[in-house]
């Protein structure tokens, strides 16, 4: 791991007088697995909408891939990879469709997206698939797919919004040996998930409640320091705190 790709200070987002994110800070090394974890309505999805260039602070300061936040968010939206569990490819599109819509989008020649769309496919193995329709695609097979256009433009960071939702437990391996792959390749992952055992192959994780961080650390450092045998057990633990918080 090297230098901080995302640095992020005193991060505050509100809506009226509601504040979905206060004053988070944090950093992401490069190529490292940053989980990003909280219960539902904690403000994980508010602050990767920020880190990616989709919707400005309210205050605070950050940089994504070396870019502010402010002045920079089309330089960070063409370093950056997005894949999430609602929606990440078109149904009615074929898998070589996808590929060429998503490849010029990130501004790839077509000759590239000729290359690497070749390449992926291999990779998989379903070359001859290519021209099958996303929605007669199994819904494991269609999150790998998702996550190797998300990184079709070998973007420097790839978020993750709950990638692995709705898929069996096999699958989520399988999935994550994609991670490593990406990580080896030098591509950075911002990771959220609701699966705690997923959780524990990040490097680092960061824990949000009512839309703060109060934890931060390895996995195998949380366990340590909550006393706890398992991220499940470490997560429970914070959101109880929460609840009787708010």
Known sequence: MEKDIIRVRNLTKKFGDFVANDQ????????????????????????????????????????????????????????????????SLYDDLTIWENIRFFGGIYGLSRSAIRDRSKEMLTRLGIVNLSNRLIRDIPPGWKQKIAFSVAILHKPQIVFLDEPTGGVDPVTRRQFWDLIYEAIDQGITVFVTTHYMDEAEYCHRLSMMVNGRIVALDSPEALKQRFGSISMNDVFVQLARTGEKSS
Not at 49 to 78: H, N, W
């Open 24 to 87: 988070l800070t944090f950093e992401v090394k490069k190529g490292e697995i940053f989980g990003f974890l909280g219960a539902n309505g904690a403000g994980k999805t508010t602050a990767i909408r920020m880190l990616c260039g989709l919707s400005k602070p309210t205050s605070g300061e950050m940089e994504v891939a070396g870019f502010d936040a402010y002045t920079q968010t089309e330089s960070i939206k063409k370093n950056i990879g997005y894949m999430s569990q609602k929606f």
